[in-house]
Each structure stands twice: as structure tokens, then as C-alpha cells.
């Protein structure tokens, strides 16, 4: 009956190895910032790993223009693509995480 207690005590020891290393995935993607530019460079936004939004820069070209609409859709533009490269970054730091495996509710955890 008290067999599989060794192979429980494995399995912990796993989870706490990869509790550590999502917790430096996390970090990592803390650390790491992602840019993209809409509009040929009238409009540049910059997000952390995470997505959060910490920089727009605006071309005074842009705002010469009065064409406001335009503006708007090129800073949703860029915000938008700077995500995606912060989420794609994400995953791939899940996957090397995981080994390629799908881990139910861990993806959550590195701010994909």
C-alpha cells in the first residue's frame, strides 16, 4: 500500500522544480520589452513581456496631419502588434517551459 509514496515524493520534487522555473519565466518576461510600429514609423508603441503598454511614441508627422481617425487606427495598430509579439513570446517561454507539453492553467501564468 505504501509503494507509490516514492513516486508521489518524485512527483513533488517536480512540481516544486517547475514551480521555480516558472517563477524565473515569469521574471524573464518581466524583463523583456516589445516594439512595434504602425503607419511606417509615425507611430511606435512598446510593451513588457507581459503586454503591459509603457511607451507610445507619436511622429509629428502624424499630428500634422489633423487626420485624427488615422491616428487612432495606427496607435491601435502598433499597441496591437506589440502585443503579439509580447504574447508569442510568452508562449514560446511556456513551451520551453513545458517541453512542448499543454499544461492546463499554467499559460495563464506567464501573462499570455
Known sequence: ?????????????????????????????????HQATSGGGLVTATVTGRGD???????????????????????KSAVGA????AKDAAKQAFARLTGGLSVPGLEGLLGS
Not at 518524485?10 to 518576461?29: D, F, W, Y
Not at 506589440?82 to 509579439?85: L, S, V
Open 82 to 85: 506589440a502585443e503579439t509579439k
Open 53 to 75: 503598454l509603457i511607451d507610445i511614441k507619436i511622429s509629428p508627422q502624424a499630428v500634422r496631419s489633423g487626420d485624427t481617425e488615422m491616428l487612432e487606427e495606427l496607435i
Open 1 to 33: 500500500m505504501l509503494e507509490g509514496l516514492g513516486n508521489l515524493g518524485a512527483l513533488m520534487k517536480q512540481a516544486l522544480q517547475m514551480k521555480q522555473r516558472l517563477a524565473e519565466v515569469q521574471a524573464e518576461l518581466e524583463r523583456q520589452t
